[in-house]
């Protein structure tokens, strides 16, 4: 695995702490959110994202399959490449009525998808090496914002293509959506709030690309993986290109399979909901209670109501469960990569 690739990732990927100053990231911009994703606030306390607080010890590529990443390009309708919405409401330890974050977003995005083909056991290559690799990702960045207002809104929409290196012939090429609101909560937002939920959110969106565009190479190049080949649906996930896979073994189930056509809108069942599991960097959270329909929150941040199935860094977490006419429940619970860990929580009145 490339050092430098793995150090560039853990120190800037997803709201980058340390990567800048404040003043870098809000500087001129009128109104804009005091402190908010930049290198740190005025007493030098640096925003730390989720990635960096939990860093994952990388490991070394599981396939053949190598590929280059080239920065990814900023298609979003804004003045401002740093600019991902407005805030409207309060939030703990921010002012203002932009939401900023400390470096472009095609820069954030470009290191995130890169993050996640290392992480998922691609060969990632960089500098003169980069022109041995036998896949080039591209791609354009058409919607990542997030307005901070009564319910927390996010969009993100993250085109790729993958090239074969030796021919240039486009092997693959899909849109990844991803869209989500929530409550904060009775107590509300702050800072942190915000970035663990942006991390979420973008971390969904590599993962869905590169499950899209492993499962397509498998097909083409199957000597390079030690997987079966394949295509898979997922949610959010519109197909432009994709290799034509050999036709399936008859089977009762049903089957939701598309195959597109170049320059034409490709037609399909719609896809197969996505499942949150455990991977090999990240550990899967089953959190029940007796009633259901509680309000879960990890390390302080509203993910949900239970039943909850939630991929999360391994690590020690505190949860705490609320519903209304109920005690909050309050436990610590440890998240293993890899592993999967349920939590029952019976509320008492």
């Known amino acids: 695995m490339n050092v430098l690739l793995q150090r560039s990732v853990l120190s800037c990927l997803l709201l980058l702490a340390g990567c800048s100053t404040i003043g870098s990231a809000v500087d001129g911009v009128k109104n804009s959110v005091s402190g908010v994703f930049g ?14 607080q939990n860093p994952s010890a990388s490991t070394l590529p599981k396939y053949a399959a190598s590929v280059r990443v080239v920065k990814y390009v900023d298609q979003r309708k804004t003045a401002n490449p740093r600019l991902l919405g407005e805030v409207t409401t309060h939030v703990g330890g921010m002012s203002g009525s932009e939401l900023l974050i400390d470096q472009d977003v095609s820069d954030l995005t470009t290191l995130a998808i890169k993050k996640r083909f290392d992480s998922e056991g691609f060969q990632v290559m960089e500098g003169s ?3 041995n690799a036998l896949f080039e990702i591209s791609g354009v960045i ?10 927390d809104q996010i969009s ?8 074969e290196v030796a021919t240039g012939k486009v092997v693959w ?9 929530r409550f904060a909560g009775i107590s509300g937002n702050n800072k942190d709030d915000v970035v663990a939920y942006l991390n979420q959110e973008i971390r969904i969106v590599t993962k869905k690309t590169i499950e899209a565009i492993g499962a397509s190479l498998m097909a083409t190049r199957p000597e390079l993986f030690n997987l079966t080949p394949g295509t898979k649906p ?3 996930v519109t197909v432009y290109v994709a290799p034509t896979a050999a036709a399936p073994v008859a089977s009762t189930a049903p089957v939701n399979v598309a195959i597109p056509v170049v320059g034409a809108a490709t037609a399909s069942a719609a896809p197969a909901a996505y499942t949150p599991h455990a991977s090999a960097t990240e550990g899967l959270l089953l959190v029940n209670t007796n009633p259901s329909r509680a309000k879960v929150y990890l390390d302080g941040v509203y993910f949900g109501m239970s039943p909850l199935r939630l991929e999360m860094v391994p690590g020690v977490h505190a ?4 519903l209304e006419g109920y005690k909050m429940v309050t436990e610590k619970v440890s998240v293993r990569k890899g592993d999967n860990t349920e939590l029952e929580l019976n509320l008492e009145r």
């Open 319 to 322: 949860i705490s469960v609320k």
């Open 234 to 236: 997922i949610q959010g």
């Open 173 to 181: 090429s899909g849109l990844v959506t991803e869209k989500n609101e």
């Open 142 to 151: 058409k919607e990542l914002t997030l307005n901070i207002k009564e319910r």
């Open 129 to 131: 090496s980069a022109n």
């Open 39 to 52: 290198g740190g606030d005025t007493q030098g306390n640096a925003l730390t994202s989720v990635d960096k």
């Open 156 to 163: 993100i929409g993250v085109e790729s293509t993958v090239k």
